[in-house]
């Protein structure tokens, strides 16, 4: 049955880049985009060109060592922009421009403090600016999760007519409901002409906890590219989490959706970032957490010890995680005992067992988490003494 591509887009080494403290340098962006690359993604977000001399060269590195993937690179909607990123992007096999602009009232009456009109006029001037440098250009109608659907429409036609191949339609606050969003993405196939020639891309912020959520939403209603960042990095609350996304597709949506991205390199590009920013992970984060498949309760590890997918959606091999963990705390059981005491080699009896538990519910009162080490001490003490 054929499926229809969603293209990924990811923006860590721009948008997940802008969190404090996660400054990347230069080889350390290298090395991401490298994995990226190889890791399936249809584009990779470089930089933002202009912003510093230190982007500018990070960007241009990238470009030349980007095999597979599209290269981007973000711009205003000013040609100054515009144009320093074509410079930095030079090298690339597949270049493409990020420009674009806000699209919401409050953008207007404060940021630009112009009428729809002049925003319309700046964004079509950007878009032909930038495709006067390259063929792919994607344009951004900034804060459009607040912007209103029919002045957003008309933007999107006029610069579809100037040029652009990509339409992103970022929810740059975090504000809107999925049903909201989904339609917004419905209301645009539905009222822009010439939307097929362009590809409507989300970009979904995750201030209420809805980015993952809404970027589907989008997607079952049309959008083909999902903007992300690895972890869900990013301004304030975060990006939608490209892993997420991804084995939301591959787990619930393969009858009607696919993409390029190798989901075993998950786990591992998580720990690169990770390390690589100085970014914690949260343990309990879905996908790639260090609690994602770990069991502590004596019902759960019981019921994946006998069969993983009694409480396992994800083989946790299919994103990079060698196998499930059964953590030995105070609320495990007999049967987790019996099967962490056999990983370090000792195949208890009944009676044996018996003996080990009463010893280790002691034990695990007293610790959070009773490790093989502690495990071996008890079972000799208490057991083989």
């Known amino acids: 049955m054929a499926t229809d591509k969603i293209f990924i ?19 350390q962006k290298l090395e991401i985009a490298s994995v990226l690359d190889q890791m399936g993604v249809d584009v990779i977000e470089a930089g933002f ?46 270049p493409r421009i990020h420009t674009g602009i806000g699209t919401s009232e409050s953008h207007m009456k404060f940021k630009f403090k112009c009428g729809p009109e002049e925003i319309i ?64 993405i419905k209301y ?20 209420l906890g809805l980015a993952t959520a809404n970027s589907i939403a989008g997607v079952i209603n049309g959008a083909r590219q999902i903007e992300s960042t690895i972890n869900g990095v990013g301004e304030r609350a975060g990006n939608t989490s490209l892993e997420e996304v991804v084995m939301i597709i591959k787990q619930k949506l393969s009858n009607q959706f ?22 914690f992970v949260q343990a309990n984060k879905a996908i790639v ?36 963990s059964i953590v030995l705390t105070a609320r495990s059981g007999r049967a987790a005992l019996a099967y962490r005491a056999k990983e370090i080699g000792y195949n208890l009896t009944k009676d044996e067992l018996d003996v080990a538990y009463a010893g280790f519910l002691t034990l695990a009162d007293n610790q959070k988490e009773v490790k093989d080490e502690d495990l071996e001490v008890l079972l000799k003490e208490k057991v083989f003494a």
């Open 9 to 27: 887009f990811d923006t860590t080494l721009r948008d997940g880049e802008q969190v404090p403290g996660c400054k990347l340098r230069k080889d």
């Open 49 to 94: 060109p202009i912003s510093s001399p230190g982007d500018f060269e990070a960007v241009s590195a990238v470009a030349k060592i980007v095999k597979n993937a599209t290269v981007c690179g973000l711009s205003r909607s000013v040609e100054k922009d515009i144009k320093v990123a074509a410079e930095a992007l030079v090298y690339a096999k597949y």
């Open 121 to 184: 006029e700046r964004a079509v001037a950007a878009v032909k600016y930038a495709k006067s440098f390259v063929e792919d250009v994607e344009f951004y109608a900034e804060d459009a999760g607040r912007s209103e659907n029919a002045f957003l429409a008309r933007v999107c036609e006029e610069v579809i007519k100037a040029g652009a191949t990509v339409l992103n339609i970022p929810d740059t606050t975090g504000y809107c409901l999925p049903e909201e969003y989904g339609a917004k």
């Open 188 to 207: 645009l196939r539905e009222n822009v002409k010439g939307i097929e020639r362009a590809i409507l891309s989300t970009h979904c912020h995750n201030d």
């Open 258 to 279: 696919h993409t390029n991205i190798n989901s075993r390199m998950l786990k591992p590009t998580s720990l690169l970032v990770s390390n690589e920013m100085g970014m």
């Open 289 to 324: 957490g260090d609690n994602a498949f770990a069991h502590s309760s004596g019902i759960h590890q019981d019921g994946v010890i006998k069969n993983r997918e009694t409480y396992e959606i994800i083989d946790p091999l299919e994103v990079g995680v060698p196998k499930s």
